[in-house]
T-cell receptor, first 119, second 109 residues
Framework: KAGVTQTPRYLIKTRGQQVTLSCSPISGHRSVSWYQQTPGQGLQFLFEYFSETQRNKGNFPGRFSGRQFSNSRSEMNVSTLELGDSALYLC??????????????????FGPGTRLTVL | LAKTTQPISMDSYEGQEVNITCSHNNIATNDYITWYQQFPSQGPRFIIQGYKTKVTNEVASLFIPADRKSSTLSLPRVSLSDTAVYYCLARSGNTPLVFGKGTRLSVIA
């Protein structure tokens, strides 16, 4: 089975611009979660989508949004970019949704990430 | 959100057993404890999860005491390729998985 793929792998933008990142989950997986990773804050949860519905959202401003399509592929959008948005953005897929409930299933499969640099 | 506490960094020599302990005082009654490993420039990779007592797989062992307020990830006979960041995850209720900053393990030859 192919793993989780993310495009693009690297991106350079300037402040004020917007960006869209894409994530294709493992075939058959219906959940996609997005994370932001920075040296200072570590790995932080952005949101999770399952069956085209946002199941949970982390503590990020409304400039960060996402969506999921019927084929489970997901996109994440960041509008009005700020310097502090420079980070590695990771997506993870799983067969079922993992956020928002205590669960015996906590295994997520991560993609390689998109490295976003905001100048 | 649940808060886990684990050492920021650890060093070990090749061939030694490494134990990384994580505290999770307010873990939810029915939640599992999960550990991930992350190499530089890669996404995290699931290692092991457990609910109580001991769980072992081909990569690691996980020890969880009866009160479940802590857990210990044990890596037997580490090699240089085990140098990575290790994350302990536990939830205090219906919340997302929180990765935190993890433990940076450096294996020395």
């Amino acid at each position: 089975k192919a793993g989780v793929t993310q495009t693009p792998r690297y991106l350079i933008k300037t402040r004020g611009q917007q960006v869209t990142l894409s994530c294709s989950p493992i075939s058959g997986h219906r959940s996609v979660s997005w994370y932001q990773q920075t040296p200072g804050q570590g790995l932080q949860f952005l949101f999770e989508y399952f069956s085209e519905t946002q199941r949970n959202k982390g503590n990020f401003p409304g400039r960060f949004s996402g969506r999921q399509f019927s084929n489970s592929r997901s996109e994440m959008n960041v509008s009005t970019l700020e310097l502090g948005d420079s980070a590695l953005y990771l997506c993870a897929s799983s067969p079922t949704w993992t956020s928002g409930r205590s669960s015996s299933y906590n295994e997520q499969f991560f993609g390689p990430g998109t490295r976003l640099t905001v100048l | 959100l649940a808060k886990t506490t684990q050492p920021i960094s650890m060093d070990s020599y090749e061939g030694q057993e490494v134990n990384i302990t994580c505290s999770h005082n307010n873990i939810a009654t029915n939640d599992y404890i999960t550990w991930y490993q992350q190499f530089p420039s890669q996404g995290p990779r699931f290692i092991i999860q457990g609910y109580k007592t001991k769980v072992t797989n081909e990569v690691a062992s996980l020890f969880i005491p009866a009160d479940r307020k802590s857990s210990t990830l044990s890596l037997p006979r580490v090699s240089l390729s085990d140098t990575a960041v290790y994350y302990c995850l536990a939830r205090s209720g219906n919340t997302p998985l929180v990765f935190g900053k993890g433990t940076r393990l450096s294996v020395i030859a």
